[in-house]
């Protein structure tokens, strides 16, 4: 059974740089026909698509977050992560860690979720 | 960029009751579109995938459809463990976007 867990800061500084890390088990980050993503979801409100990145490296990213995102993969951990830089009050979200499927381009297994809060 | 509509945004209903939940994009899309359960504090639950799709271990009370750009989830007998709010998803062009929600509650 695979299971994700994130992990990282609750707290950042605004125009500092959000980053979590996303540590994957039951299951090798390896496996083809998978995608490994990251969403956001603000207080009270849906859900956002920051980007996802393939266990070879390749990445795609909201437009809308492009400038300031980054996903990377350590398949040797089992693990990928998010940068989000210049962070403002704005960015302050839950953030999950979620593995897609190509079989129906959605996102079939989740993390708990990690709040991040931007403040100073 | 293709933006989804959910009607309604929200709904109050009993026990037993059958509910539709519809998903409108804002031009065409293809069937690569998911529905989501989510419960205060907890992560979304994949329920339905590729538009009419059952994730597995999701209870077959759950159903999805597709007319046009239109897509709907039915739940046949709501069940208190249904109380939640649901959304719609879906790809287009490498981006993929989320409805806004329905959120269903007791009456």
């Known amino acids: 059974q695979v299971q994700l867990q994130e992990s990282g800061p609750g707290l950042v500084r605004p125009s500092q740089t959000l980053s979590l890390t996303c540590s994957v088990s039951g299951g090798s980050i390896s496996s083809g026909g998978y995608f490994w993503s990251w969403i956001s979801q603000y207080p009270g409100k849906g859900l956002e698509w920051i980007g996802y990145?393939?266990?070879?490296?390749?990445?795609y990213y909201n437009p809308s977050l492009k400038s300031r995102v980054t996903i990377s993969v350590d398949t040797s951990k089992n693990q990928f992560s998010v940068r989000l830089s210049s962070v403002t009050a704005a960015d302050t979200a839950v953030y999950y860690c979620?593995?897609?499927?190509?079989?129906?381009?959605?996102?079939?297994?989740w993390g708990q979720g990690t709040m991040v809060t931007v403040s100073s | 960029d293709i933006h989804l509509t959910q009607s309604p945004s929200f709904l109050s209903a009993s026990v037993g009751d059958r509910v539709t939940i519809t998903c409108r994009a804002s031009?065409?899309?293809?069937?690569?579109l998911a529905w989501f359960q989510q419960k205060p504090g907890k992560a979304p639950k994949l329920l339905i995938y590729a538009a009419s799709t059952l994730q597995s271990g999701v209870p077959s009370r759950f159903s999805g459809s597709r007319s046009g750009t239109e897509f709907t989830l039915t739940i046949s007998s709501l069940q208190p463990e249904d109380f939640a709010t649901y959304y719609c998803?879906?790809?287009?062009?490498?981006?993929?976007?989320f409805g806004p929600g329905t959120k269903v509650d007791i009456k």
């Open positions: 998803q879906q790809l287009n062009s490498y981006l993929f976007t």
């Open positions: 979620a593995r897609g499927h190509k079989l129906g381009w959605t996102f079939d297994i």
């Open positions: 990145i393939y266990h070879s490296g390749s990445t």
């Open positions: 031009q065409g899309i293809s069937s690569y």
